[in-house]
């Protein structure tokens, strides 16, 4: 008797060039070449004498009888992967795999003690970590958890607030010795303030202060810009370009070592959220538990 579902592979690869978008992602992703993944594509189609795919040479879309394999095939997929996650763990050893997406600022300075622990506490767990300041799309990228900064708008998504972090403004005693110390908000604007520009919006994002009791949102003006990683403002402050705002578990370090100087230490108070995301449909495994709970505990 021959196998009955020798052809998942190509049911994976079959998901895997919709949520991607094209036969070259797709092979980029599954590590393959564009002419396997488009034989895989249409052995599925001969298996099911059916066309799954509209192909030109511009774009890729789903027939009638793609988009209701795609649904079924992606709920089956998904069952199976709920059952192997309720096994793994179960009297024994906790094994499998988490992905990981963090920003640059918690995958550089809040993981890698959490990560640590986890190791030493579960040797068998393989994990994956990505630091990007991007939003990944959690579901279509395949992984389990991502650290978010801010307001999250994805009701789909289930959140687990880790911490509120707070804020502060600094600058490099070089910059301080030429320019001075700004005496009040209104004064930044004689400074030359690194800004950070929002990957979603292009925009640079305002820095949060306090003044006289009061929530000020200031948004910074320089001729000096960063985008992609936020931690490029805080070189450029220590360098002695600028006062940027950053957080306090970043540049605590900074300043007791007298690299960096706390600028309008009475405009402090404000913080940032940070949230561990995942999506609310998918069961999380015995290993993802066990991350997402070391992860909250260890937080302040």
């Known amino acids: 008797m021959g196998r009955r579902f020798d052809h998942l592979g190509d049911v994976e690869t079959f998901i895997a060039v919709v949520e991607r978008g094209s036969l070259t992602a797709a092979a980029v992703a599954l590590a393959t070449t564009p002419s396997v993944i488009s034989r895989a594509i249409a052995r599925l189609e001969a298996r099911l004498g059916a066309q799954l795919l509209r192909r030109t040479t511009r774009s890729l879309g789903l027939t009638d009888a793609g988009r209701l394999y795609l649904e079924q095939t992606r709920a089956a997929l998904a069952q199976i992967d709920e059952v192997e996650r309720s096994i793994q763990g179960e009297g024994g050893e906790v094994t499998g795999t988490v992905r990981i997406s963090a920003p640059t600022t918690y995958g550089h300075y809040r993981l890698p003690a959490v990560l640590a622990r986890f190791r030493q506490q579960y040797p068998a767990v393989r994990i994956e970590l990505n630091i990007t300041n991007r939003n990944v799309d959690l579901a279509a990228e395949g992984f389990d958890f991502a650290i978010r900064q801010g307001a999250l708008k994805d009701s789909g998504m289930v959140a687990r607030k880790l911490e509120d972090a707070a804020v502060c403004l600094v600058a490099s005693p070089a910059y301080l010795a030429r320019h001075g110390a700004p005496a009040s908000v209104a004064e930044l604007e004689r400074h030359a303030c690194l800004s950070f520009l929002l990957p979603s919006t292009g925009r640079a994002i ?49 300043l007791q070592r007298g690299a960096l100087v706390e600028v309008l230490p009475a405009s402090r108070g404000r913080s940032r959220p940070f949230s561990l995301i995942h999506a609310g449909q998918r069961r999380l495994s015995a290993a993802g538990r066990a991350f997402a709970s070391l992860l909250q505990n260890a937080q302040p």
């Open 206 to 254: 305002a820095w949060q202060l306090r003044e006289e009791g009061r929530d000020v949102d200031w948004t910074p003006e320089s001729p000096l810009q960063v985008s992609d990683d936020v931690l490029g403002v805080l070189s450029l402050a220590e360098a002695g370009l600028g006062i940027c705002q950053a957080y306090d578990f970043i540049v605590t370090e900074r």
